[in-house]
């Protein structure tokens, strides 16, 4: 199984700054990455597919690079509502996996 | 609205059995790959199941494979978890999802997730 391993488990950053999310894979995924966003008591969102693409009426201020095994996730200028969980997954091969999520709180 | 309402949730003891619907409107259910993905309270993401939308090909997280069944009936644009032999470590808020591709992998992506159902197995 591949394991997808993100960092920093947790985040404190404020309205307004930039912020990266890293994920590592155990082996070589190509880009098959994706990135959702899910707030407390809700499903999951798509923000990034195929390790960069933005989902369609997700904000530009969300963007996604990588490639094998290393890849990020940037928020540039923070909103409120971007303050949630941010989660990466693998679809290279099954069994598809995430990590084990980054939470992002208000400083 | 283009939505996934999901339903058969509930509360069952250790060994019985669940059966999940995840009914599609909005859109056509046509040949997109659906997935199942659950959460157990306050913990992560972790995939269970998907099965793909041109040939019906299932596939299994090694937590699930031979208690789990996944299908589809394209007809009523519903998908299926059928759960057996149920144990506490499979209570979680079970979501239904669809894919974006064909097929689970490679490339698959969720772009439409249901609210969620809760199973909570207990005696």
């Known amino acids: 199984d591949i394991q997808m391993t993100q960092s920093p488990s947790s985040l404190s950053a404020s309205v307004g700054d930039r912020v990266t999310i890293t994920c590592r894979a155990s082996?070589?995924?190509?880009?098959?990455l994706n990135w959702y966003q899910q707030r407390p008591g809700k499903a999951a969102k798509l923000l990034i597919y195929a390790a960069s693409s933005l989902q369609s009426g997700v904000p530009s201020r969300f963007s996604g690079s990588g490639s094998g095994t290393d890849f990020t996730l940037t928020i540039t200028s923070l909103q409120p509502e971007d303050f949630a969980t941010y989660y990466c997954?693998?679809?290279?091969?099954?069994?598809?996996?995430f990590g084990q999520g980054t939470r992002l709180e208000i400083k | 609205e283009v939505q996934l309402l999901e339903s058969g949730g509930g509360l069952v003891q250790p060994g019985g059995s669940l059966r999940l619907s995840c009914a599609a409107s909005g859109f056509t259910f046509s040949n997109d790959a659906m997935t199942w993905v659950r959460q157990a309270p306050g913990k992560g993401l972790e995939w269970v199941s998907a099965i793909d939308g041109n040939f019906g090909t299932a596939y299994y997280a090694d937590s699930v494979r031979g208690r789990f069944t996944i299908s589809r009936d394209k007809s009523k644009n519903t998908l299926y978890l059928e759960m057996n032999s149920l144990r506490a470590e499979d209570a979680a808020v079970y979501y239904c999802a669809k894919g974006v591709m064909g097929a689970p992998t490679p490339g698959d992506a969720f772009d439409i997730w249901g609210q969620g159902t809760l199973v909570t197995v207990s005696s």
């Open positions: 997954q693998q679809s290279h091969s099954t069994p598809i996996t």
């Open positions: 082996q070589s995924i190509s880009r098959y």
